[in-house]
């Protein structure tokens, strides 16, 4: 059973950083790519980033260029998103998406409240 | 980028009612469209890709249609346990979703 399980969210200030870890099981994690997916409070769905199954290749939606960092460690079948410089705009749960051109397996989200 | 217009924002039908959803992309994405339905609480889960084709495990009363900028979701002899909400998804050039519609029982 495929299962992807977030941790690492919380209350943070903004300006400060913080880093999502999410670990997967139940498939052959260095076969695919992975996505974060973030949702706002009572708001829909925004593709955040992107990484390519052997982690060579990256992509991040304009909003968070230079501030968030997606990567991965194949050998602990987890990814990663560093989230760095926060705004309260970053405010939402964050999902890890399996992403074989579709995201076609979730976790269950973690909350992310940039506040001070 | 592409943009992704989806139709109604909200909808209320009745159980045993065929619904349908629609969403509409500002350029051709060729049946790269996705739908996810997200019940209150919980995360998305994949129902169709490629426009038309059921991800596994998704009831045979969900179906997906269309083609260049305008595509639709079905739902036939809607059940309760189809309240949720419903986002289009294009992965033509790079992602996008829809604005969501949320379906409540009337």
């Known amino acids: 059973e495929v299962q992807l399980v977030e941790s690492g969210g919380g209350l943070v200030q903004p300006g400060r950083s913080m880093k999502l870890s999410c670990a997967a099981s139940?498939?052959?994690?260095?076969?695919?790519?992975m996505a974060w997916v973030c949702q706002a409070p009572k708001k829909g769905l925004e593709w955040v980033a992107t990484?390519?199954?052997?982690?060579?290749?990256?992509y991040y939606r304009d909003s968070v260029k230079g501030r968030f960092t997606i990567s991965r460690d194949n050998a602990k079948s987890t990814l990663y998103l560093q989230m760095d410089s926060l705004r309260s705009e970053d405010t939402a749960t964050y999902y890890c998406a399996r992403h074989g051109g579709v995201a076609d397996y979730w976790g269950q989200g973690v909350m992310v409240t940039v506040s001070s | 980028d592409i943009q992704m217009t989806q139709s109604p924002a909200s909808l209320s039908a009745s159980l045993g009612e065929t619904v349908t959803i629609e969403c509409r992309a500002s350029?051709?994405?060729?049946?790269?469209l996705a739908w996810y339905q997200q019940k209150p609480g919980k995360s998305p889960q994949l129902l169709i890709y490629n426009a038309n084709s059921l991800h596994t495990g998704v009831p045979s009363r969900f179906s997906g249609s269309g083609s260049g900028t305008q595509y639709s979701l079905k739902i036939n002899s809607l059940q309760s346990e189809d309240v949720a909400s419903y986002f289009c998804?294009?992965?033509?050039?790079?992602?996008?979703f829809g604005g969501g519609t949320k379906l409540e029982l009337k």
């Open positions: 990484i390519s199954y052997d982690g060579s290749s990256t």
């Open positions: 998804q294009q992965y033509y050039d790079y992602r996008t």
């Open positions: 139940g498939f052959t994690f260095n076969n695919y790519d």
């Open positions: 350029e051709d994405i060729y049946n790269g």
